[in-house]
């Protein structure tokens, strides 16, 4: 899952980063708003924001512009000040949790993975690198773009998906899309991946020769 820390503490950041990284998060790390800002669009999992930073944009500041271009962005918002005033407004502002420093980093660690586990359990909601899938409304997101794809590609994406790391026989796509009565070649399957890798690049299908698939 992809995570978004900002703190300008430059040796702080790197502890976090390295204790997230270790836990098989992506991590990008930011050490001012500016910089932050302009990927507040980006699709992320999480955003660990510190409060306080150089510069004229602070957490606050990301905190709006984040609920307000992705509103379903999970964020924790970090401050040296621990003050009542300072919690109400982040939690005012959307964010999912409050740390006050100096933390343990361990502890942003398990209120990271207590966030994350609760977003993945989110209903009808898949993440997969920076697309976002409604499986009820079948709608899937890159950014701001709505990708359009047809029902049999939505169904190979769903396979993949559910079968996450782990091989996929040819056959079972065959029987699973078009059904075991199909009738013709199973070139068909080829095809449909084909076209589903044109519209959705940041699919690392990886193809096992004399096998089948596997998603990574």
């Known amino acids: 899952m992809k995570i978004y820390l900002v703190e300008d503490e430059k040796n702080l950041s790197e502890i976090i980063r390295k204790y997230l990284t270790r836990e098989s998060y992506d991590v990008t790390v930011f050490y001012d708003g500016e910089t932050?800002?302009?990927?507040?669009?980006?699709?992320?999992d999480l955003w660990i924001l510190d409060v306080m930073l150089t510069g004229e944009i602070d957490g606050f500041d990301l905190m709006e512009a984040i609920a307000k271009n992705n509103p379903d962005t999970s964020v924790i918002f970090t401050?040296?000040?621990?003050?009542?005033?300072?919690k109400i407004r982040g939690l005012e502002l959307g964010s999912d949790d409050y740390l006050a420093k100096p933390y343990s980093p361990r502890e942003l660690m398990l209120r990271v993975k207590a966030i994350?586990?609760?977003?993945?359990?989110?209903?009808?909601?898949?993440?997969?690198?920076?697309?976002?899938?409604?499986?009820?409304?079948?709608?899937i997101k890159y950014g701001d773009k709505i990708l359009d794809l047809t029902n049999k590609e939505f169904e190979m994406l769903l396979v993949f998906l559910k079968n996450k790391q782990e091989p996929i026989e040819r056959h079972f796509l065959l029987e699973t899309i078009w059904g075991k009565n199909y009738v013709g070649s199973d070139r068909v399957v080829d095809d449909l991946l084909r076209r589903l890798r044109a519209k959705m690049p940041l699919l690392r299908i990886e193809t096992i020769y004399g096998y089948g698939y596997r998603l990574l």
Not at 36 to 44: G, L, T
Not at 79 to 86: E, F, G, K, M
Not at 116 to 139: A, F
């Open 36 to 44: 932050a800002m302009e990927h507040v669009n980006d699709q992320v």
């Open 79 to 86: 401050s040296a000040r621990d003050q009542a005033l300072d």
């Open 116 to 139: 994350l586990k609760r977003k993945t359990k989110r209903p009808g909601l898949i993440t997969y690198s920076d697309y976002t899938i409604q499986l009820d409304s079948r709608e």
